[in-house]
């Protein structure tokens, strides 16, 4: 149910109002647009007199909400999220900021990342991605270096600068995690509905959750997905278009479904990025579907950049060389400056 | 890499030779059969000199097994496993014993579960199957009654006699699971690929694991799933097919999968069964496709059934009334009997 | 919009009924049950005052079909369609009879098909199936052998009294079907949608026409394109699944559908049929796919036998040897007993 | 087989080769880079001896093609294939043309389709789009207006000046599209793997074939029916890609596949173009595609524009109105100046 609320009407008054419904066991969410509340309720409403709510003086109008979604609504909420940095520094994303992150598939040296970060920074990317805690298919391959990856990322930070990017796996790495300060949290595909992993993001962090669409998850689950953590309570979620699972698998590994990127700018306020390397897994094609991710009107792009491809340990086949990832930045920057 | 031990070779000189494969940081797995003895070793093999193994006086042969599976490859274990029950005492599953496992989608109630716990025994169910903790797209949707609806199972089981089926969905309720004495332990389609779930399973109980293929997943992750849990040491898994994701949506939730029995039978040792009801989404195919399960080869069919479908909390579309499980137990026996 | 009429009504008034209404510029379609008449309107029912024709003495009820399906909706048709060949002897098709049909993939010499269909007929087919003309994706591949094998087909139905079943794949060929009383007329699922040749087997011909499901067709456009033939004046349509194409394609070339088989029936009178050779591609599958087709409630099956599958010109991989099929004979026997 | 000619070898001599090989009964496909000449052997090479024509003088080397695709294949041709209109005259398509092909889904009356067609050249279309002979699911639909709405599409070219792309869906219909000459033939999605009209396509037109992908079509199938055109004597083929079925169906009709596009690109050297508008079903989805489809590298879009949506005949919710056409033509120029 969405109650939109005279404008004009004081603090109290909504506060007061808040209460009275809270007081009924509904969660209450509250929006503020620039001139007026609305506010969202979510649970058993129909204990709830909607004409006696009508007829209140502070509101101005009630409606059924038969959406499914409610915190990631963009009816509840019209203008784009921007989303900050748990340490309030450092790019904002959403709301016409673009991010640009790069990096390799997995940390695999001290070396390595700092070589990586200080390339992708120089071309132009303003995240720093990679992988410490790996999900692999198979109990039997590499699985990441674990912590150790965590601190070489913190090291590549400082070094240059770069927020990074990093997917946490296990409910029991979360402390780590929010103690390290890690500053966008990635949730992975195969993690898209572990409801006890969304529910402890929710709890126990606000950093910016870059939260991956299913292997094959609709756009209603990766909502709903989001909804899991935002209704415990962490706002801040970028959601991840990463190629969905189809019958065509000849020539890339998943069917990039670009446009669940105007879908999903339509249904709800929150960033919407894609990941063109895990979805093709081509290196070749990763340029042409940056640039078209971008025309479909993406918030940012994440993108595997590896100093040495074909030496990598995991994924090298769809990793950029730094060249290439410069080349593509040139690009990157021309074709947002076309489309604006 | 699959060592062959020579036939008559003493238990003793198996075991040095398990320790020289240990200290090389190898695992190593063990398969006592009628006549042989296999180990299969799985880590870094390219560590160890396949030509000096062979060579060994107790070694008939050593091959590179290039497959992806391996405790739950059948080329490693050719006969069926059949699995026990926690306690020891009631039905095995796999290797030509039948799981006919049946109950609501939700516990409701005390007298509901205990209601339908006597119907489909007498019907001639030989589990009960029941959600306490129940995964939902939705985080405002009904959860399920939690450790509330786990007791209410157990005195259906000590009214009943019949082992109980349950979900587990959060690594927090693991212990209450273990110190519950769960007789078998679903995961649920959500949870296939949560690789923390399935490790704790591996490590901290050897009750059957019920594993329920993802909601688009393969038949190679599904198997790897069963890995993760296996090679952390619990080797009692069930398999699960209840549909998959197909752009078929207009007449049922999902697409059954049916060629996916003997292919998993082929692959695997491990028993394999079918849910014809979340697959469907629809009581009226259940019992077509029960038969249809049956006659692929399944090992057991896990199916829901209702007192009072119409007003069941969740899934009520999809399930079978006591009287129509009665009537399709009675074409179960008689179709088990003519595929003797 | 469907018309009931009462019963005891005389011929001629309904007949009566029908002229008016096709001056309407509607189609009339006419269906006797034991007791009513029902008549169901295609067309512009718009056109028509629905009060007035409910009104008249000899109607009972007038609904409005909201149905997509018309001449195959069960709805119209309660009773199950049973299907004549052309030449009004042999075997029928549907409402309890089952039609088992086998036969090599390709016609590839007189030798080849006269042993397989004396093959057939002593392990219990009571059709024989085998390809003249084959669609192939590719121009470079064999076509087969045309004419030539469609008169060998001809010879072993004299040879052994087997009606044959073969496909039709050009629009310039149906002439020749027509003229050599080819008893079922296949339409590959490459052809499902070629509204031309569908359009002319209603027109030509009042063979029973076996209908492939398109490579990724849905149920609705199987039903639809039945229609087209239906609609144009041949009511004779044998339904056939034979596999979907899914994001699953390690183990089995496609998905079989088997819950098609009781959604069909249940939608539509016509027989429905199951191709578990195409559908797999594995001959090690066809078994207990035969046999879960026959427990789903399948009128028939069509199979693939080939007397040196190794060697054959065409999909051998999926090909039974003459005496696994007279194997699985017997188990069809021994299952449709028990389903009785 | 792949034939590669020395260079400076004089024409006589290479046709020498060419008939000695034809009367081997191969096909010969001959293709002129800038120095060099290539020939592609298809049929049953095994009759010929590699060596001895290695041995050859004028031949500088012999390789055996594996690949699937021949006539289309960019290893043969690597250079982009630039195709004209039968008349010679107007726009050419392909190698760095962009076709922007625009009209309603169905000719409705003559002022409809000259108002659009003003409308659509006014903003910078190159190519009017109509539907005459419209491929509908169920035989009881709006089928087109057939060879009327012909004409009236040739009125509108005569008015305009703008080539016309309309589809043809009847064998029987061939001669009127080449004797009126329809400047593109589209083939739609239903009809892709028609052989039937795929072997006439090459036989009896040289006009461009504007070939969609098909429903559920891959990527090697679409090559592999351009093949059936190409083969057969037509080498004018345009690729469509049209959206394929995924699972995904609750917010566009199918998954746009613009990875499709590049990996066409790289496989073979036919234009490529993108069909937004039957891809999403949504009007407001097609402005964001089609600037996407460019990014990722079409050689053009083909967009449904009708002058009042609402009353379309078909098709209403997917077509943009003439303002908004304008204003993305605008957006379109914009993008491809940036991406030069």
Known sequence: MIVIIRP????????????????????????????????????????????????????????????????????????????????GDGPT???????????????????????????????????????????????YDFQGMGSEGLDLLLEARTETGLPIVTELMYLQDMDEFVEKKIDVIQIGARNTQNYDLLKELGKSTRAPILLKRGLAGTIKELLMS????????????????RGIRTYEQDYARNTLDLSAVPIL????????IVDPSHATGRADLVPSMTLAAI??????????????????????????????????????DKLRDALK
């Not at 009407?9 to 506060?15: A, D, G, H, L, T």
């Not at 994303?93 to 990342?113: D, K, M, N, T």
């Not at 030496?311 to 593509?328: H, I, M, R, V, Y």
Request: charged share 25%; net charge negative.
């Open 265 to 272: 700018k339509n249904l709800t306020h929150l960033p919407v």
């Open 8 to 87: 004009d009407v004081s603090k109290e008054k909504i506060e007061h109002l808040i209460k009275w419904l809270g007081d009924k066991k509904l969660i209450v969410k509250e929006f503020h647009g620039r001139e007026q509340c609305v506010l969202g309720l979510i649970g058993n409403t129909k204990l709830i007199d909607k004409d006696m709510l009508t007829s209140l003086d502070i509101v101005e109008s009630v409606s059924d909400m038969t959406e499914t979604f409610k915190a990631s609504n963009r009816k509840l909420h019209p203008d784009d999220s921007i989303l900050h940095l748990a340490s």
């Open 93 to 139: 994303i959403g709301g016409g900021s673009f991010a640009l992150i790069a990096g390799p598939c997995s940390v695999e040296s001290r070396e390595q990342i700092i070589s990586v970060a200080r390339d992708v920074k120089d071309a132009g990317a303003n995240f720093l991605r990679g992988g410490a805690f790996k999900p692999r298919t198979s109990p």
């Open 226 to 241: 989001a909804e899991y953590i935002m209704a415990n309570g962490n706002e801040n979620v970028i959601l991840c278009e």
């Open 295 to 332: 025309a479909a009107g993406a918030d940012g792009i994440i993108v595997e950049v590896h100093n040495d491809p074909k030496n990598a340990l995991c994924d090298g086949a769809q990793s950029l060389t730094p060249k290439a990832f410069a080349e593509l930045s040139v690009r990157i």
